[in-house]
């Protein structure tokens, strides 16, 4: 009878339960700090390059192999975001060099608004020296190299592992919009992402977490990672030998609130750490199975353009914003006779077995699809991360277009963009995740 009770007691605690270990896991990190002052990415009312680093900046790696042998990296960065034209190079060296089809490579960055500039486009919102724009090149061309042979460190440090996940929550993210708009609803998701990963001697390894909300608490010309940066530096201080690698959310709308000092950043940090902390320290959703991968391109639709003559119109505006965005269009006209009347916009999902599904959406997403997608598919079982493969624009929810603002339609005129999308945009965006994780889960 002891015997017996020892062991219902043993199971209930999750001590002595047995997790599929079939999996293997290969960490790496890089540290990606400018060598030199850039420019930095978030704020159009910067007037000059960096002036120190408050905090290192790290890409960091996740390369895990499934019962099959099916190789997969998720490599994760501390900077705003990789444009098209910066994530593209790398996939495709990626899979020159160690042979990672592109559906298996993800990239997602933590949004920081006091990293460098990378990529290697024009932005209206961004009017900078030209000797300056070559340090951003210089700055990309090696954060490309670098990139690249990292994902090529966590793939031969592959070994045994066992992967584990939960959901934790954390309540400092406030949806911005209501800020100065009290009256509207003001969404949020607060829940942490947290995936566990151990050695096969149970040792912790990595710690994968996700949460959806702006890394704007700063705002100076210091180098740091904002919140994530201090969350991951937290969670490593708290677990020795332990990498921790933050995949960010779909926060487009999402600011930590309040803001504007160190100490808060790193309290949010801390608060972000300990929210992970009592999940590892809880019980856990073993992950087994294999890992199913895909990538797809769906043309997001803008709506309808104004005319050459309205162009050539707010080409002389009093804004000078307004200006340069008009002439970049009136350029756009010049080369191609027409701007484009869609976006190639990547949609990325992984499935870890039937117990766990990573949705990668490209641009900054507002809360509206993780809540919608993981209303959908699973609150338990889905993380939508945003900021991932190509940060081009923010992508409303329909809610969003009509109520209009910043994230509606402003800031397309900053990222470029010839207008705001039009209202399919979210059930185009839907649909295609829901079909896509409907194929992997029959394969």
């Known amino acids: 009878m002891m015997t017996y009770l020892i062991f219902i007691a043993l199971a209930a605690s999750g001590i002595g339960q047995t997790t599929d270990s079939r999996w293997k896991a290969g960490l790496a990190r890089a540290d990606i700090t400018p060598d030199e ?62 042979g990672l089809a592109r559906e298996r490579l993800m990239l997602n960055a933590s949004h920081t608004h006091s990293g460098p500039m990378a990529g290697y486009h024009r932005r209206p919102n961004y009017e900078i020296p030209d000797q300056t724009r070559l340090v951003v090149h210089r700055y990309t061309d090696r954060l490309v190299e670098q990139v690249v042979n990292l994902i090529g460190e ?12 939960e959901m934790g929550l954390a309540g400092f993210a406030v949806n911005r919009r ?17 995936v566990s990963v151990r050695g096969a001697d149970g040792k912790q390894r990595g710690v994968l977490f996700g949460y959806a909300c702006h890394a704007t608490v700063l705002n100076d010309y210091q180098i740091s990672g904002d919140w994530p940066g201090y969350a991951q530096e937290e969670i490593e201080r708290a677990h020795s030998g332990v990498m921790a690698l933050f995949v960010a959310g779909c926060g487009a709308d999402q600011n930590p609130l309040p803001r504007r000092t160190v100490e808060l950043a ?86 870890f ?12 997403v507002v809360v509206d699809y993780s809540l919608r997608l993981r209303k959908l598919l699973g609150w338990n079982q889905v ?37 705001a999308f039009a209202p399919p945009v979210e059930e185009i ?15």
């Open 37 to 98: 002052p850039i420019w930095m990415a978030g704020y159009a009312d910067r007037t000059r390059p960096s002036e120190g680093v408050r905090q290192r900046l790290h890409a960091k790696a996740l390369a895990l192999e499934d019962e099959s042998g099916a190789k997969a990296v998720l490599v994760t960065l501390d900077l705003i975001g990789l444009p098209r034209n910066a994530a593209e190079p790398i996939a495709r060296m990626a899979e020159q060099r160690h």
């Open 266 to 351: 790193q309290t949010y940090g801390k608060v972000m750490a300990v929210a992970v902390s009592q999940v590892l320290r809880g019980r856990m959703t073993a992950l087994g199975g294999r890992l199913g991968t895909a990538i797809q391109h769906v043309d997001l639709p803008f709506e309808a353009h104004p005319p050459k003559s309205e162009w050539q119109e707010r080409a002389q505006s009093k804004s000078q914003a307004v200006a340069r965005h008009a002439r970049q269009m009136l350029a756009a006209i010049a080369e191609h006779g027409s701007l484009p009347a869609s976006y190639s916009y990547p949609v990325q999902v992984w499935r």
């Open 178 to 194: 209501r800020v100065q708009q009290r009256h509207l609803p003001g969404p949020v998701d607060h829940d942490v992402l947290v």
């Open 429 to 443: 965006i839907v649909s295609t995740v829901s079909e896509m994780v409907r194929r992997l889960g029959e394969r």
């Open 383 to 419: 993380w939508v991360a945003s900021y991932s493969n190509d940060v081009f624009a923010y992508i409303p929810s329909a809610r969003v277009l009509e109520e209009g603002g910043y994230e509606g339609r402003d800031a397309m005129l900053g990222y470029g963009q010839p207008g």
């Open 154 to 165: 966590a793939l031969r440090d592959l070994a045994p592992a066992r992967l584990e996940m």
């Open 353 to 364: 077995g039937p117990r766990f599904t990573l949705v990668a959406l490209a641009g900054e």
